[in-house]
C-alpha cells in the first residue's frame, strides 16, 4: 500500500528528467497516486511522453495540454479530469517564468511587461488553478506549489523571481484560509538549490548552487527526490493537519545568516 494508493492528482509543470516536478511526478506514482502531466506545446509533449513509462502505472497516467495562461485550457482540463476520474486529491503547481535578462544585473531594471509576466505566470496561475480544483475536491484534497527561499531574502539574479515567489508564498495563506472550510489544504515546498535546466539560466547560479552544498548543515544540494518525497507526503493524508505553510526541503540552507 502506497501512501496515495486511490487517489488522483494533476502536476503542472513536468520540463524534462531534472526538473522538480518530475522528482515529484515519479514519488507520487511510486506511492500509488493516479496522475495528470501537462504540456504547453508539440516539443514539451514529446518530452513528457518519453519520461512517462519509466513511471509506476505509466499505463493510468494521462498526458494533456494546458496552457494556465488560457483559462479556457484550464477549464477543459479540469472536465476532462471530472469525466475520467469523477474527482480530484491533489495538484501540484510548478509553472514559474521569467524573461531572462531580469534574471541578471538590478532588479531596479525590470521592465513592466517583465514584471507582469513573471508575477502572472508564477503566482497568479496558481491561483487559477485552484479556483478551478475546487469544485472537484468535495471531499477535500491538498494543493501544492513550489516556490524558493529567494522569496524571503534577497538571492543575486534572483531578481523579479523572488517578488513572483513572494507573491505566491502570499496566494498559499489567503487560499488556505478560502479553501479551508472545504477541508482543502494549501501549502508550498520551498526547495533549495536544484540544478535544473531552468535554474541554470539564472546568473551566477552554479556558484551559488556550490556555495549551498559548502555551508548546508547536511553539507549537500537539494535532488528532486527529496523534494517529491516530502510533495507525496504533503499530497497524502497524513499531512491533513498542515495548511497555509512553507516547507523547506533544502538541507537546512534556510536557517543559516548571511
Known sequence: MGLLDGKYGIIYGVRNER???WGCAQSMAREGARLVLTFLGEREQRDVQKLVPSLHNSETVLVEPCDLTMPDQIEAL???VGREFGRLDFILHGAAFAHKSDLAGRFMNTSSEGFNDALS???????A????????MQAGGSILTLTYLGAERVIPAYNIMGVAKAAL?????????DLGPQN????????GPTMTLSARGISGFVDHYARARENAPLRRNTTIDEVGDVAAFMASDLSRGITGDIIFVDNGVHILGA
Open 129 to 136: 488553478v485552484s479556483r478551478a480544483a475546487e469544485p472537484l
Open 169 to 177: 508564498e502570499s496566494s498559499v495563506r489567503y487560499l488556505a484560509a
Open 19 to 21: 526538473s522538480i516536478c
Open 184 to 191: 482543502i489544504r494549501v501549502n508550498a515546498i520551498s526547495a
Open 121 to 127: 505566470i508564477s503566482a497568479y496561475t496558481f491561483t
Open 78 to 80: 479540469h472536465e476532462k
